[in-house]
């Protein structure tokens, strides 16, 4: 089992010291957990790949003590790079930007941009600090499986795989950073366009960039997608199954009368659920959902549920992200397109 250990000083220094001789270190930030190599070492990178069971030229994150160190992997830098920096970091806001000419195509997946991030928790900017570079994390999770937002998701996830695991509470956004990318400004003709929803709401980014942001390809939910090409992420091992808030009971009570044990993520678990039916507590203040949401998935394996109901929030503010993750945990997954027995 991985050591999970405190943020003290010298753990710290050990992390540090632990990414400098190329392992992998699990971090809390304020996201989820990310598991850390040294972006500069091929070799630490693929030992992230194989950790994870992750395909190859799934590009990753490089995650930066503050702006001015992202420069450095950055092949250009725009007035809304700038400016989306300025207001959102240290924060949940990763930025696809051109990428610098010495940056591995291992860790951008071969693609000429880098995702770019400097998030907000203190553990986290702590390592950065006493590491100096850029550390390529992606979150610490089997490819595929529910994120972790706490030290014991990552122990659970990854087990040997990684050296250490700094502990650093319970992640308090939840859902991954919202990725936006600006590389198209670089030619100085596009937009930014969010290509995953996330900490930061896509409102916030419009605001402070004074124009519309879109939502593109596989975060927009309106593109029809063919049933069975879309693989499922974030999924727990139960089937969700997403239905809207008011046929949760009757939805409920059809899959026990089947025979099966059913959870529902509910805002009102102390309702009369129809019996064998599990409510899961599941707050409808979307900030508070996008809390809960990986560790709610996580309950409904513990209490081996073979189905998860569960209702879309509004597609607003973090709503939009809880959504999103929603879709992709009720994906279809395996080529015959089907999600649910
Ligand atoms: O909140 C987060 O972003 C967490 C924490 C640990 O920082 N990290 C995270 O990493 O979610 P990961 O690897 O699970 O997701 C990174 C996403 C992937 O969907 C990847 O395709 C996308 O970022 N990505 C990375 N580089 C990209 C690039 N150059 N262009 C487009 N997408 C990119
Ligand atoms: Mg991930």
Redesign the pocket.
């Known amino acids: 089992m991985s050591r999970i250990l405190p943020p003290t000083p010298a753990n710290l220094a050990r992390a540090a010291a632990c990414l400098r001789a190329g392992g992998l270190v699990a ?1 809390p ?1 304020e ?5 850390a190599a040294n972006a500069r070492d091929d070799e630490a990178v693929a030992r992230i790949f194989a950790a994870k069971g ?1 395909p190859q030229d ?4 490089v ?1 930066v003590a503050d702006a001015e160190a992202a420069l450095a992997w950055a092949g250009a830098w725009s007035p809304a790079a700038e400016t989306l920096a300025a207001r959102f970091w240290p924060g ?1 806001l ?1 930025l ?1 930007v051109a ?1 610098g000419r010495d940056v591995s195509l291992a860790v ?2 071969g ?1 000429p ?3 770019l ?1 400097v ?1 907000a928790h203190p553990v986290a900017l702590a390592v950065l600090q006493a590491f100096g570079g850029g550390v390529a ?4 999770n089997r490819f595929g499986a529910v ?1 972790p937002t706490t030290a014991a998701h990552v122990a659970e996830g990854l087990g040997d795989a990684v050296d250490l695991v700094l502990d650093g509470g319970p992640c308090h956004v939840g ?3 919202t ?1 936006v ?1 600006v590389s198209q400004y670089d030619s100085g003709s596009g937009v930014a366009a969010v ?2 929803p ?2 930061v709401a896509v409102e916030a980014l419009s605001e402070a960039l004074g124009q519309r942001v879109a939502v593109r390809g596989e975060a927009r939910h309106t593109e029809v997608r063919a049933p069975g090409q879309l693989p499922s992420h974030y999924a727990p091992e139960a089937q969700v199954r997403l239905v809207s808030e008011a046929e949760l009971p009757a939805e409920a009570a059809t899959w026990a009368a089947a025979g099966l044990s059913v959870a529902v993520l509910t805002a009102s678990p102390e309702a009369d659920w129809p019996p064998g039916v599990v409510p899961i507590p599941f707050p409808r203040d979307p900030e508070a959902a996008a809390r809960r949401l990986y560790e709610a998935l996580r309950e409904v394996d513990r209490q081996g549920c073979h189905v998860v109901l569960g209702a879309l929030p509004a597609e607003r503010g973090l709503g939009l992200a809880v959504a999103d993750r929603l879709r992709k945990a009720a994906g279809p997954r395996s080529p015959d397109g089907k999600s649910h027995p």
């Open positions: 971090l930030t996201t989820v957990y990310g598991l992750r799934h590009p990753l994150i995650h949940p990763t696809i990428r951008t997946g693609l941009t880098v995702a991030r998030p994390a992606p979150s610490a994120s859902v991954e950073s990725i990318d290509l995953r996330g900490g």
